[in-house]
């Protein structure tokens, strides 16, 4: 099975691990992620101010691009470019200036019609638990995870149709079927504080430490995201966080592909687990 | 300041805050679940209940605080609010009409050089879209 594939900026250059191990991981599953020929970057936010339509031509001109390739689908992985490409293309579905004025601009003919899928949706829907399970093997047994959405995957809920806004279940059925057992996680849907790093980095200190602590009271010993950001505040803080708490306990923060790999014992090139503030690569045996 | 001028002015906001967020404040009815929920309220001046008071009071005290730069736009406030009112929109216009005037409050400069070397790009370029004008 083949579908189209926007990688978006941040996975062609500090997030690598996440575009290698999404490409390898669902390569293993028999679905090849084919890289649209051109692409741009996605605008990064969804713009929220109704007359600013500019914010909205990226993601446009990259879905419509996409709906010439392929069978309508298109798969991002990258938290921040599915929700900015989904919530576009529902703008586009459901708003006739929208529509409008983005085609006019573009000189396109675009309605809505590509098909924005996750790489957690494609498992699930296209791949299915069971293949996963019989796939996966021993590797991850008995190892805890704390699924982390943070804020971008599942709000708004009616637009980006990913399960609760608060208590989506995806990634829990991936780690169930994987072998390993999910935590709870009150925190699963909290936000990390994301761009406020620059300009509040205190603030993202502090929703970091509340969300590791809640993961390791929970008894996690990894945490799982797709998003680069979450990724990056919640692995960078630990050292921080514990220069000022010598009681801390580090735990790694992985995307949920490098489990996902792992668990299919992909080879370690693949993976990028050596690209970590926190060291994952303890939590596997023999990797 | 006369009276009358104040009240003016409140309506010139409250009109443009409506145009960019196409919000109706006036459905909120103070509860504070959005305070409750938020993620920024420890570093924030105003809670998002009180920010949202002055916009149905039309004060532009709303567009100088410190809450609406602090919001990381995680949509918990919006997900929760009981009267469906999209708060984060209502934030985005109190800093979209300070970012079209050049207030802004994330400038390059300000940011430490080994944290730019360090994080993702989309960090940048969201807090840019956000943050900068």
Redesign the interface.
Known sequence: MRIPYFPGCTLYTKARNLDNSTRASLGALGVELAELPQWTCCGTVFPLAQDNYMGMVAAARILANAAKEGDGRLVTVCSFCYNVLKRVNYAIKNNPEAKNKLNTYLEENYAGETRLLHPLEVIRDEVGWERIKSKAGENLKGLKVACYYGCLLTRPAQEMAFGDPENPTVMEELVCALGAEPTVFPHKTKCCGSYQLLNSSELVLSRVREILCSAAAHGAQAIITSCPLCQFNLDWAQEKIEQNDPGFTKIPVLYFTQLLGAALALPAQNLGLEQHYVDPRPLFTGM | MTTDLASKMGQELSGKIL????QNPHLCMQCGTCSASC??I??MDLLPRQVMRLIQLGNARALACRSI??C?????C??RCPRGI?I??L???LR?INLRKGNE??APEK?PVD?IK??????????F???SA
Do not use: N, Y
Request: glycine share 8%; hydrophobic share 50%.
């Open positions: 145009e960019i967020s196409g993620t920024g420890d570093l730069w602090i990381s736009t995680c949509l918990l919006t997900a999209d984060a929109r934030m985005e216009a979209v409050v994330l940011i944290l360090e994080v993702p790009q989309m960090a940048l370029t969201s807090g879209r956000k943050l």
